[in-house]
């Protein structure tokens, strides 16, 4: 593809169709572009599916909690030894934990569980160390246990 084709970093606000077939694509940072093909890659809140289809995510279930551990040789060393140059998934039903090697000694990992929409909205995600608390709490007794 010629360079700038793609568009990586940035945070599209709207898509709109033109007369001509073509979109137009208007970024948060006030950069508007106009393309013929237009690929929907912008994940589940996504500005390009209306353009397709009047239907809207629903929760089903199940919430991922993200982190990543950086350093992971020096600092996780136990945990980078677990997963190897690989992944790691530990899943038991309605909760798990799945870990995978990232470029730059980063372990991206997914903390996996079934709660309902209202658990998940009573956890205060800007206040890290409650948050990681209560996350941690779901592991406890049982044959997963995480350390955040």
């Known amino acids: 593809m010629p360079e700038g084709t793609l568009r990586w970093g940035k945070k599209l606000l709207h898509v709109e ?10 970024f948060a940072d006030g950069t508007r572009v106009e393309t013929g093909l237009l ?59 799945v870990a995978h090697r ?6 991206h990992t997914y903390v996996e569980m079934s709660r309902s929409p209202e658990w998940v909205a009573s956890i205060d995600f800007s206040d890290r160390e409650s948050a990681a608390a209560r996350i941690k709490a779901e592991f406890r007794g049982g044959r997963l246990s995480l350390r955040l």
């Open 17 to 26: 169709g033109l007369e001509n077939g073509c979109h137009a694509l208007t």
């Open 39 to 97: 690929v929907g890659a912008d994940g589940a809140w996504s500005r390009v599916r209306p353009m397709l289809s009047d239907l809207e995510p629903s929760y089903v279930g199940t919430v991922y909690v993200e982190t990543y551990l950086y350093d992971v040789e020096k600092q996780h060393a136990g945990l980078a030894k677990l997963i190897g140059g690989g992944a790691m998934y530990a899943l038991t039903p309605g909760k798990g934990i």
């Open 102 to 107: 990232e470029a730059g000694d980063i372990i």
